[in-house]
């Protein structure tokens, strides 16, 4: 296996230290990632997008959402099954999940909604304004209408002689 040191990464750059840990985490993919719950992320718009995770079984109360700094993670924790049932076939997820996703800057979760068993969060990126482009008009300086008021004088002069 193919091994990256991204310590020279880490002490040549400032400020980027959050892309270089992504990419660390994205080379140390492992069979042992867990895949519940299965998951969809749709983008619905030029700054929406979607997430929704199917959750069957969960109820609203053992379902929580917490979003810090850039990290939105989703947890299920199940109450304890009643013991005098016996189960001959068990498919149906029963344990606890955590389910963490990197959100880029200035994403948010902004709503969340339970039906049907899936559980879906909407996410909206929200740039500052102070980060949108914006148009610099170009203004003359005094000085140069002067110039350009003499330029037009001498070309006058220049044409009837």
Same mark, same amino acid.
């Given at each position: 296996?193919?091994?990256? %040191?991204?310590? =020279?990464?880490?002490?040549?750059? +400032?400020?980027? %230290?959050?892309?270089?840990?992504?990419?660390?985490?994205?080379? /140390?993919?492992?069979?042992?990632?867990?895949?519940?719950? =299965? @998951? #969809?992320? $749709?983008?619905?718009?030029?700054?929406? @997008?979607?997430?929704?995770l199917a959750v069957a079984g969960y109820g609203e109360d053992e379902l929580s959402i917490e979003s810090k700094e850039n990290t939105l993670t989703v947890t299920g924790s199940r109450k304890a099954a009643d013991d005098k049932v016996s189960f001959l076939h068990?498919?149906?997820?029963?344990? #606890?999940?955590? /389910?963490?996703?990197?959100? &880029?800057?200035?994403?948010? &979760?902004? #709503?969340?909604? @339970?039906? #049907?068993?899936?559980?879906?969060? %909407?996410? $909206?990126?929200?740039? =500052?304004?102070?980060?949108?482009?914006?148009? +610099?008009?170009?203004?003359?300086?005094?000085?140069?209408?002067?110039?350009? &008021? &003499?330029?037009?004088?001498?070309?006058?002069?220049? %044409?009837?002689?």
């Amino acid at each position: 296996m193919t091994t990256f %040191d991204f310590s =020279p990464l880490f002490r040549s750059t +400032i400020g980027f %230290d959050r892309l270089a840990h992504l990419a660390e985490d994205a080379l /140390r993919h492992d069979d042992g990632v867990p895949s519940f719950p =299965p @998951y #969809n992320i $749709v983008k619905s718009g030029d700054d929406t @997008y979607r997430i929704t995770l199917a959750v069957a079984g969960y109820g609203e109360d053992e379902l929580s959402i917490e979003s810090k700094e850039n990290t939105l993670t989703v947890t299920g924790s199940r109450k304890a099954a009643d013991d005098k049932v016996s189960f001959l076939h068990r498919g149906i997820a029963e344990g #606890n999940f955590k /389910r963490t996703f990197q959100l &880029a800057d200035y994403v948010r &979760a902004d #709503n969340a909604s @339970y039906e #049907n068993g899936l559980l879906h969060i %909407d996410l $909206v990126r929200e740039i =500052p304004e102070a980060m949108k482009p914006r148009r +610099i008009e170009i203004k003359t300086s005094p000085m140069s209408k002067v110039t350009s &008021a &003499a330029k037009k004088m001498l070309d006058g002069k220049k %044409d009837a002689a």
